[in-house]
């Protein structure tokens, strides 16, 4: 039974609606046209909203939008053919009205759709049931089962019947005293001459005999060719300059090569570790202020005055001719126009790092959105198609929710409260270090920043987080903020409960008067369950008012199964989700951008700074168009 099926124009005029329920279908309509049709991702035609699944056709030639929905644990094999029957029906009859003046002539007018829609809902109902279920194969029916049993039936040692002419060739070699293969002193494998490998004049032969006479027989066969005998290494031409031994010092001969190149101590007094550079560690750019990610190359200049450069072997005549060869006219797109253009796009993302099931769905978001429409005079059918993905890619990764750090701070700070954050994800990606170039951030914009060491699992994270406070301390000391202490590292050591340290660190933070708590977690695996339950539990319990995914720019593509297996380990009913992402390594990837578009388009969250250095002022901000240009790039 149907929910709802509506029909509604892309500017978000209702021109008709059926109601199967009391239920009001305004909210699953807007979620629709708020996650999907907005956010340019139409390359599936189906949405889940609570306990509703939605379909949806878009009729891109007079802007309409088709949409049913119904109860999420239904399985309604109709509903594809009603939509399908409804968008040809209704397209046919109002075809005129909509074409002369428009959609909203539809309601000032006599408009009567229930009766049709009816009847075409009972003939997808009836269609469905008119199929037969289908029935398992029976064994009689199958050709195994016309097969006689004897004919499946091995018996050992029995000899399977040859050919005839086969037999007349080897009748001479079963003779006894005859001149045959063996009589010839010649090896012959037993297949070919005939001899039975099992039993031999009704004596069966054991297992060792069978391996000696095997052996015999290669023997005798590639004997020749072994009597040579290959040169040793004592034929070898020796060597005329050889290596002299090293001789030690306490060997009884003073060795002039000194081995030990590390620096003397003087008196034994332990060596002093030498002030650090502080230009080397803070770095060279504007830490208070992210600029925007800057994705172009070297190769762009030179690809640029290539193409602005004239052609000087094609005449006028014919690269107007060329111009006009590819122009399609004004005509109404459809899928055979744009599949090969399409096939290209898919090849071209997925070369660019993009995962290969993200790329089809862009694919057929685009085509869904193209096809139908009409097209300009002068437009060709690539650069339409490479102008719609290009706008779909920028609507992707601008984030429907703006993460503005800064502003929630202040928030936080007026409501007298520390403003928490966690960092998560797999291992290796960078955590720790993304979290100390952020803080470098806080400090640099006057906030003062609280350390949770909450990784009690890996070797040396309590140490790698001691050495960025450290560092941290000498670029923002206490004497330049009025003895105020802008960075503090909150620490319990290994193999404690990461949940309860970072309750301890926001408690303390909240007496300290810190302004942000950065929480550090341990790297794990999406399938590690044990973890990623503690990981569940520290969320759910401190409530951090942001959660940030980090992943690597050339592998990130685990953040769906990540955000995922979160969502599966929560123990509470609304599970706490990510809420950003942290692309780390950016500078190692060139134009490879395509994990960015992955993880943003099935998370649907926003990623908030970007890595691309070594150095505290190496992180950057999401600039979208930068980032789709260096996609598109060929």
Request: charged share 25%; aromatic share 6%; with cysteine.
């Amino acid at each position: 039974m149907l929910d709802f099926f509506t029909i509604f124009s892309k500017g978000g005029l209702v021109l008709w609606c059926f109601q199967g329920v009391s239920d009001s279908c305004t909210g699953p309509v807007n979620a629709l046209i708020r996650s999907v049709l907005l956010q340019e991702r139409g390359g599936n035609n189906s949405f889940t909203h609570e306990a509703l699944t939605l379909k949806y056709k878009l009729d891109n030639q007079f802007e309409l939008v088709f949409v049913v929905g119904f109860q999420k644990i239904l399985t309604l094999t109709y509903v594809d053919k009603l939509i399908d029957d409804v968008h040809r029906l209704f397209r046919d009859k109002y075809r005129t009205e909509i074409q002369q003046q428009s959609a909203l002539s539809l309601l000032n007018g006599t408009f009567d759709f229930q009766n049709d829609f009816l009847r075409l809902l009972r003939e997808a109902e009836e269609s469905s049931k008119i199929r037969a279920p289908t029935t398992m194969k029976k064994f009689e029916d199958s050709e195994k089962a016309k097969k006689p049993v004897r004919s499946m039936i091995e018996t050992r040692g029995e000899k399977p019947k040859e050919k005839t002419k086969n037999s007349k060739k080897n009748k001479g070699a079963k003779k006894e005293g005859s001149d045959g293969p063996l009589a010839t002193g010649k090896a012959v494998p037993a297949e070919k001459s005939g001899l039975s490998v099992g039993p031999e004049n009704g004596v069966e032969l054991s297992k060792e005999e069978l391996i000696r006479r095997k052996r015999e027989e290669f023997i005798q066969k590639h004997g020749k060719g072994m009597e040579k005998s290959k040169p040793g290494k004592s034929d070898a031409p020796k060597d005329k300059g050889k290596k002299a031994p090293r001789v030690w010092a306490l060997g009884g001969s003073a060795n002039k090569e000194v081995l030990d190149y590390s620096t003397p101590t003087t008196n034994g007094a332990p060596e002093v570790a030498p002030p650090e550079d502080i230009s080397l560690i803070r770095g060279t750019g504007p830490g208070g202020q992210l600029q925007d990610l800057d994705c172009s190359s070297s190769d762009d200049e030179g690809a640029t005055q290539n193409s602005t450069k004239p052609s000087a072997t094609k005449g006028t005549l014919g690269g107007m001719f060329g111009m006009l060869k590819g122009l399609v006219g004004s005509k109404s797109l459809s899928r055979e126009d744009m599949e090969s253009v399409l096939d290209k796009m898919r090849d071209h993302l997925i070369a660019k790092n993009v995962a290969a099931d993200i790329a089809v769905q862009l694919c057929e978001s685009v085509a869904n959105k193209l096809e139908g429409k009409v097209m300009g005079t002068f437009s060709t059918v690539t650069s339409t198609v490479k102008q719609a993905l290009q706008e779909s890619l920028v609507q992707i990764l601008q984030p429907q929710r703006r993460v503005d750090m800064l502003r929630d701070i202040m928030d936080a700070q007026r409501h007298q409260r520390p403003y928490v954050v966690t960092f998560c994800g797999v291992n290796g990606v960078g955590k720790s270090t993304n979290l100390a170039k952020i803080s470098f951030w806080l400090l640099e914009n006057g906030f003062s920043v609280l350390i949770a060491a909450c990784d009690t699992f890996r070797a040396g994270a309590v140490e790698q987080l001691r050495t960025h406070a450290r560092r941290l301390s000498a670029l923002h000391p206490p004497e330049n903020h009025g003895g105020r202490t802008m960075v503090y590292l909150f620490e319990k050591g290994y193999g404690k409960d990461a949940a309860g340290i970072a309750m301890e660190a926001i408690a303390f933070a909240r007496n300290q008067g810190f302004d942000v708590v950065l929480v550090d977690t341990a790297g794990r695996m999406q399938d590690n369950a044990p973890l990623m339950t503690a990981l569940a539990k520290l969320i759910t319990v401190n409530t951090p008012d942001l959660v940030l995914f980090v992943g690597e720019a050339l592998v990130g593509n685990e953040a769906v199964k990540f955000n995922r297996a979160l969502a599966d380990h929560s123990m509470a009913q609304t599970p706490r989700l990510i809420d950003g992402i942290v692309l780390t390594k950016f500078d190692t990837i060139d134009d490879k951008v395509g994990a960015a578009i992955s993880m943003t388009y099935i998370t649907s969250k926003p990623i908030v700074f970007v890595g691309t250095g070594q150095t505290y002022c190496d992180l950057r901000s999401l600039n979208a168009k930068a980032v789709v240009a260096a996609l598109m790039k060929a």
